[in-house]
């Protein structure tokens, strides 16, 4: 924890993870800390199971792939990983260090500091009905990864939202029954051909209805339904809305425009040694794309490197350093 990196990116998204590889690539000590205990930020929370199709060079790839493929790739230049930590402070010692606490008052120590952390932290809404403790982070979930974990399994999902309908409709290719139940009597933030392709689907789908209780000794077995029906489940995932809490970039200093932080073209923020990519930055006309957070991410790096060594680079080719592997 006492080590001084060369940059520390905060926030492990598709934009973060890219970061890491790149400040890695350029020979920089690199650490990537992400709060959630996955990398892949937005990508694997929202969207895993649907495939992504304005990634240059991607001609359509599953947003679990993607995150996984930016992980190996920060991975394959000795990135540090540190999951499950939210950084709640930043400030700069006399010596030009940040110091970046923790929410737990854990320390980190890094000469540059790269934002990748979004618009800040997600948590889902947790389901809490009788029973349901148990079978928590097991066979409860609020994101869809690994969409293999279902194959052959009897699947309800939990959700007024279209999110809910598309992973039913993501589900219905590899479980053995998915249930699709809405508290409310219609589903919300939904187009109509969404509709299309659930009525077309073999999803059975419940409306007006809530689960009562989870049942099964060590491993849930059976969901009881607010009308006293009793659904064989394997799986639950739950989809209620979330919390956003959002990031303090203002109380660690930084100039903010409706709290994301503005820059110029090098990426540089407020703060002399601190850098954004992502959709935690803002310029004019800024898209929040997975491939502009990448192409942040590169500009960001060099413009860190620049800041550690004025005679660094302005960027480098990968194929020329690379060339002899
Ligand atoms: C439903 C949906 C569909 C989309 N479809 C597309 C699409 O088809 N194509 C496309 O290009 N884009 C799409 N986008 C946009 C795209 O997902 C985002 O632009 C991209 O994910 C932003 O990546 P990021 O890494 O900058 O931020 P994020 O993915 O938000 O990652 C930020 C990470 O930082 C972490 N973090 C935040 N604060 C802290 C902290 N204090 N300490 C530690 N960690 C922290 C968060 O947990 C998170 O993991 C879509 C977005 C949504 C919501």
Same mark, same amino acid.
């Given at each position: 924890m006492d080590e001084i990196y060369d940059v520390t990116v905060i926030g492990g998204g598709t934009t973060g993870l890219y970061s890491a590889f790149y400040s890695g690539m350029r020979d920089l000590k690199t650490k990537v800390i992400e709060y959630q205990p996955q990398f892949g930020g937005k990508v694997s929370f929202f969207y895993p199971e649907k495939k992504i199709y304005d990634v240059g060079g991607l001609p359509?790839?599953?947003?679990?792939?993607? @995150?996984?493929?930016?992980?190996e790739q920060a991975a394959s230049v000795d990135t540090t990983f540190v999951t499950g930590v939210k950084i709640t402070s930043m400030a700069k010692r006399q010596d030009d260090i940040f110091i970046l606490k923790t929410e737990n008052g854990e320390e980190h120590f890094s000469k540059t500091v790269l934002i990748a952390s979004g618009l800040g932290t997600f948590k889902m809404q947790p389901l809490s009905v009788k029973g349901s403790a148990q079978y928590d982070?097991?066979?409860i979930h609020y994101t869809i990864q690994h969409l293999e974990q279902y194959?052959?399994?009897?699947?309800?999902?939990?959700?007024q939202n279209r999110v809910g309908i598309d992973w039913a409709l993501a589900l219905e290719a590899v479980a053995e029954e998915v249930h699709?139940?809405?508290?409310?009597?219609e589903f919300?933030?939904?187009?109509?051909?969404?509709?299309?392709?659930?009525e077309a689907s073999t999803v059975n789908v419940y409306k007006n209805l809530t689960i009562e209780e989870l049942r099964g000794a060590d491993v849930m077995k059976e969901a009881v339904l607010s009308n006293? @029906?009793?659904l064989d489940i394997d799986h639950l995932l739950i989809y209620e809305g979330l919390q956003i809490d959002k990031s303090?970039?203002?109380e660690w200093g930084l100039e903010t425009d409706k709290?994301?932080?503005?820059?110029?073209?090098?990426?540089c923020t407020s703060i002399s040694g601190v850098f954004v990519a992502g959709d935690a930055a803002v310029y004019p006309s800024k898209t929040m794309l997975i491939a502009s957070g990448f192409n942040e991410a590169m500009t960001a790096v060099n413009s860190a490197a620049k800041y550690l060594d004025p005679k660094a680079k302005s960027q480098v080719y990968s194929t020329v350093i690379y060339k002899h592997q």
């Open positions: 359509g790839i599953r947003g679990e792939d993607l @995150a996984s493929n930016v992980t982070g097991r066979q194959r052959g399994q009897k699947v309800g999902v939990i959700s699709l139940l809405n508290r409310g009597d919300k933030a939904v187009y109509k051909y969404d509709l299309e392709k659930l006293g @029906a009793v303090m970039y203002e709290g994301r932080i503005p820059v110029g073209t090098d990426m």
